[in-house]
């Protein structure tokens, strides 16, 4: 069964529920939490491809302290995942770092061969994805990394969706053994759950119950589906919103539950509609259970400059366009809907 936990931290107001960004960066409880892992176990071993200074910020000053935990690599990616699969080899813990667009492209046949093919046991993080890369532009914001990344035999998809899963999933990832790609966010983000939560890798988590229709989400959309749900909520329509963290291996069981409870399907990412969640949902949803199913997602596009807010809506990816999806998955399920 899936996991599920009603949020309720920061959304009392009476007027309607409010949404904290966290006081702490993600790139801060990362540096913290893997410092703490590589004081408690010799064995965990933190790369990076030059860009320590951005996950790790201060901590890299203390590289020296940390001999063969903390490595710069260089700006060499491809080289950086091999090493990493040979310290594995040699029982390592490795956790390699890169910018998300850098670490799925540059380094995929990498990631294939050194890591998934041979087994390895190795944590990759891909910071920055899809269009929190901002400032960086197109050429930083990676809308395909899961895409490029999602066949690979062996390899599993997490994109942690607040601080506390973020810190939680790091410790849970020193024991569990495999190939994992990590999509994680530096900047601060919406906090949604509570300290000393566990997560489940493989499980979702129903955020909010429902019954006219499920917003499936993951990253940050996790929270834009909820003020999804809240609009939804004054114009009658009951929305229930699931945080699939584990984009690979899908949590199967509980899309279906959702088809089959809800009748319509919303998915919600921060990637592009091909070959992400929204498509291994649609996989499961077809096969399976078939429903009505709306996709919220890059459509096709490469990234550009701007901020957070600008690019939610030049790539429609804010509460109102799932909203808007939602509303068209539920007249789509009472037969009044003919999609374009």
Same mark, same amino acid.
């Given at each position: 069964?899936?996991?599920?936990?009603?949020?309720?931290?920061?959304?009392?107001?009476?007027?309607?529920?409010?949404?904290?960004?966290?006081?702490?960066?993600?790139?801060?409880?990362?540096?913290?939490?893997?410092?703490?892992?590589?004081?408690?176990?010799?064995?965990?071993?933190?790369?990076?491809?030059?860009?320590?200074?951005?996950?790790?910020?201060?901590?890299?000053?203390?590289?020296?302290?940390?001999? !063969? /935990?903390?490595?710069?690599? =260089?700006?060499?990616?491809?080289?950086?995942? @091999?090493?990493?699969?040979?310290?594995? *080899?040699? %029982?390592?813990?490795?956790?390699?770092?890169?910018?998300?667009?850098?670490?799925?492209?540059?380094?995929?046949?990498?990631?294939?061969?050194?890591?998934?093919?041979?087994?390895?046991?190795?944590?990759?993080?891909?910071?920055?994805?899809?269009?929190?890369?901002?400032?960086?532009?197109?050429?930083?914001?990676?809308?395909?990394?899961?895409?490029?990344?999602?066949?690979?035999?062996?390899?599993?998809?997490?994109?942690?969706?607040?601080?506390?899963?973020?810190?939680?999933?790091?410790?849970?990832?020193?024991?569990?053994?495999?190939?994992?790609?990590?999509?994680?966010?530096?900047?601060?983000?919406?906090?949604?759950?509570?300290? !000393? /939560?566990?997560?489940?890798? =493989?499980?979702?988590?129903?955020?909010?119950? @429902?019954?006219?229709?499920?917003?499936? *989400?993951? %990253?940050?959309?996790?929270?834009?589906?909820?003020?999804?749900?809240?609009?939804?909520?004054?114009?009658?329509?009951?929305?229930?919103?699931?945080?699939?963290?584990?984009?690979?291996?899908?949590?199967?069981?509980?899309?279906?539950?959702?088809?089959?409870?809800?009748?319509?399907?919303?998915?919600?990412?921060?990637?592009?509609?091909?070959?992400?969640?929204?498509?291994?949902?649609?996989?499961?949803?077809?096969?399976?259970?078939?429903?009505?199913?709306?996709?919220?997602?890059?459509?096709?596009?490469?990234?550009?400059?701007?901020?957070?807010?600008?690019?939610?809506?030049?790539?429609?990816?804010?509460?109102?366009?799932?909203?808007?999806?939602?509303?068209?998955?539920?007249?789509?399920?009472?037969?009044?809907?003919?999609?374009?």
């Amino acid at each position: 069964m899936a996991e599920e936990r009603i949020c309720g931290k920061g959304m009392d107001t009476a007027e309607g529920r409010t949404y904290e960004v966290s006081e702490r960066k993600m790139a801060q409880v990362y540096a913290d939490t893997m410092i703490r892992l590589m004081n408690e176990n010799p064995d965990v071993a933190e790369l990076e491809a030059d860009l320590g200074a951005c996950i790790m910020g201060g901590k890299m000053d203390e590289i020296d302290s940390y001999p !063969g /935990q903390l490595i710069n690599c =260089g700006i060499q990616e491809a080289n950086m995942v @091999g090493v990493a699969c040979g310290m594995a *080899a040699a %029982g390592k813990i490795p956790f390699a770092h890169s910018f998300a667009p850098f670490i799925s492209r540059r380094a995929n046949d990498q990631i294939f061969i050194s890591g998934c093919y041979s087994g390895a046991n190795v944590k990759l993080i891909g910071s920055d994805p899809g269009i929190m890369a901002a400032y960086n532009g197109g050429t930083h914001m990676p809308f395909e990394d899961i895409a490029a990344l999602r066949a690979f035999p062996g390899l599993t998809i997490i994109e942690p969706t607040d601080e506390v899963m973020l810190e939680s999933l790091l410790r849970l990832l020193v024991k569990e053994k495999g190939m994992y790609y990590i999509r994680c966010a530096r900047k601060a983000v919406v906090r949604i759950y509570e300290d !000393g /939560q566990d997560f489940t890798i =493989g499980k979702g988590i129903i955020v909010r119950e @429902g019954s006219d229709v499920s917003i499936i *989400a993951s %990253g940050i959309m996790t929270v834009e589906a909820l003020m999804a749900a809240d609009r939804l909520e004054e114009e009658g329509i009951s929305a229930r919103v699931v945080d699939m963290f584990t984009i690979k291996p899908l949590d199967e069981e509980l899309v279906l539950r959702c088809a089959e409870e809800t009748g319509a399907i919303v998915t919600a990412e921060n990637h592009s509609i091909y070959n992400g969640l929204g498509s291994a949902v649609c996989e499961a949803v077809c096969e399976n259970a078939p429903v009505p199913v709306e996709r919220v997602g890059v459509h096709d596009s490469f990234g550009e400059v701007g901020d957070m807010e600008y690019l939610k809506k030049k790539f429609h990816l804010t509460a109102e366009d799932i909203a808007i999806k939602a509303k068209a998955a539920v007249a789509r399920k009472r037969g009044k809907y003919e999609k374009d």
